[in-house]
């Protein structure tokens, strides 16, 4: 059969597409687990953003696909569903397929629109509807899989997590792409895997909905094989997507370890940790860390509040140890600091505008952000499909928007009980301008090339709805913020 697998070309705030444009890791790992004989084309339309529609017609025109699959995320659902409807109207005899976190979490909202829902873990689920189609078969007895059943849509039991032992799940094709043109800061970049899940039950976090609380591991001949993959394909910098590698950090070290025997240590990596992990471990980590490659760390800092962490339940993510495992406080900073010393960028991810928050405790977060943190991933609370703190921002009326094209991240769909969504986002802008804006000299030293070529971009870009006469001050922030907020929502229009 000749599937199509696409992943929307919908982009983040703090992944200015000129800059960062990396693949999607399920798309390829799908296309790993299917029967060999079948042929599958990837494309991620971040690669495309300003031409998706004329792409994916040429997509459909040039491979014929019996199959269409989207990967989508909630923000992205407005995108995915106006590109089914052109899909249906271009290619009627293809079955189209939705995976990964919003059909999952959300499956009613796509049951009108497709014939097909995999949800959790995507590789033997669609490797057995892939069978089930071409011999003509039933699906109901494929695990974790929805389906169309004259005017009914049913859905199967949920499929057990994979354990990621041996041959579970094949590695992932990269050859299966067909766009090209992935960056990180100018350097080619690829993502790779080495673990699945997390232990942890952050109320705004969708893994647990999504997988449960485990925590599943590939063997290192497997991963440092699929790095080899990545470097001989040409990447240069690679992601690890891994939802909280930190969790064992004794495996993380030998990890790295295992890279720089395998002389993988060329690559530049980056990576998302826990501040808990790396404040308790950082003597003896992030050395290893940086002789391994490690450049750019992405810390779950949440928030540097404890009612906010107690609220987001990170508390105990974010608090540190001493000897025989007494608490000794907020791990934030002693994480940072290991980081630093051993020449790592954080990317500090906050969250601000939760229920309790007051002006000032947004402005805490905000200052902090721009005293510490190399690149500021500010978010805001964002009611994603079935998470715990959904149903808490449901409960006390505080969320203000329900169109989830705008759950992004950072647009502000819910209030505080004492300042209105707007203003939550207008202050996290009003900073955020220029925490970015002072990492620009050290992205120089890092990527000179790339910050020649591109700098009048990344400025235009971090400074969206700044005129010249914002710059001399003759005009109100807020006239200015609104602009920013209009050209953000002309520009990811994309269907
Ligand atoms: C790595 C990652 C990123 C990377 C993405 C790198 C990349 N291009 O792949 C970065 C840092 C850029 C990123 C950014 C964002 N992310 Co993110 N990210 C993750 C993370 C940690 C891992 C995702 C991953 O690659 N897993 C490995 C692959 C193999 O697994 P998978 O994606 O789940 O795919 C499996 C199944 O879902 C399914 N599947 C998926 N797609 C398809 C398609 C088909 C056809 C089929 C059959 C099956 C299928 O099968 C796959 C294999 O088993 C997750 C999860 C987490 N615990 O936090 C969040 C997560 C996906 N991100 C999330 C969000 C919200 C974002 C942001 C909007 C903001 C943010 N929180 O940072 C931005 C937007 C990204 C963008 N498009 O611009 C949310 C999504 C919530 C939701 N309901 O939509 C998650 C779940 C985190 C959370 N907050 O709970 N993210
Ligand atoms: S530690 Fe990270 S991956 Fe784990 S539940 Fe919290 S936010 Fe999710």
């Known amino acids: ?25 399920a798309l390829t790992s799908i296309a790993g687990n299917v029967d060999p004989h079948h042929r599958v084309a990837v494309a991620d339309l ?12 040429r997509l459909l025109a040039e491979h014929q696909p019996d199959v269409v699959g989207l990967s989508v995320m909630t923000f992205q659902r407005r995108t995915a569903l106006r590109l089914i409807e052109r899909i249906r ?40 509807l892939l069978r089930a ?22 859905h199967n039991s949920d499929r057990p997590v994979s354990s990621l032992d041996e041959a579970a799940i094949a590695p992932p094709r990269r050859d299966t792409r067909v766009l090209s043109g992935y960056t990180l800061l100018g350097r080619p970049v690829d993502v790779i895997e080495t673990s699945r899940g997390c232990t942890f039950d952050c109320s705004f976090c969708s893994i647990i909905e999504m997988r449960g609380r485990n925590f599943h591991t590939y063997d290192f001949s497997r991963i440092l094989d699929d790095i080899r993959d990545c470097r001989d394909r040409g990447a240069r910098a690679l992601f690890i997507v891994d939802d909280n590698i930190t969790l064992d950090v004794k495996r993380f070290a030998a990890l790295c370890q295992a890279i720089v025997a395998a002389g993988l240590h060329e690559l530049e990596y980056a990576v998302q940790a826990t501040t808990a992990s790396i404040a308790d471990h950082g003597a003896m980590l992030a050395p290893l860390m940086r002789q391994a490659g490690f450049r750019y760390v992405f810390l779950g800092i949440e928030n540097v509040l404890e009612d906010d962490l107690g609220f987001l339940k990170a508390s105990a993510k974010n608090t540190k140890h001493e000897k025989g495992g007494r608490r000794a406080g907020n791990a934030t900073l002693t994480a940072i600091e290991h980081l630093h010393a051993h020449d ?30 190399d690149w500021p991933y500010i ?25 989830v094209a705008h759950y992004d ?40 090339g790339f910050a020649l070529r591109h700098m009048s971009a990344m400025l235009r870009y971090t400074f969206a709805g700044t005129r010249f006469r914002s710059m001399l001050g003759m005009e109100a922030e807020h006239a200015v913020f609104e602009r920013y907020r209009q050209e953000r929502r002309s520009q990811r229009a994309y269907v």
């Open 1 to 25: 059969m000749q599937v199509l697998l696409l992943s929307m070309p919908d982009s983040f705030e703090h992944m200015a597409p000129v800059a960062v444009r990396m693949p999607n890791g």
């Open 46 to 57: 971040i690669l495309v953003q300003g031409r998706v529609t004329a792409t994916v017609d």
């Open 89 to 128: 109207r271009l290619r009627p005899t293809a079955s189209i397929v939705v995976g990964g976190y919003d059909p999952s979490l959300a499956a009613d909202a796509y049951e009108p629109a497709v014939d097909f829902i995999v949800r959790g873990e995507g590789e033997i689920t669609f490797r057995e």
């Open 133 to 154: 189609l071409e011999r003509g078969g039933g699906v109901a007895g494929i695990a974790g899989l929805g389906y169309r059943d004259g005017g009914m849509f049913r």
């Open 344 to 373: 790592m960028f954080v990317v500090g991810g906050l969250i601000v505008g939760n229920p309790g928050d007051t002006r000032d405790a947004i402005e805490a977060n905000l200052a902090f952000a721009r005293r510490y943190v």
């Open 379 to 403: 978010q805001h609370p964002t009611p994603y499909p079935r998470t715990p703190m959904t149903q808490q921002f449901r409960d006390q009326g505080l969320i203000v928007d329900e169109d």
């Open 409 to 448: 991240g950072t647009t502000a769909v819910v209030r505080t009980k004492h300042v209105p969504a707007a203003e939550v986002e207008f202050l996290r802008w009003r900073a955020e301008r220029w925490i970015k804006l002072k990492h620009l000299p050290a992205a120089f030293v890092h990527s000179p």
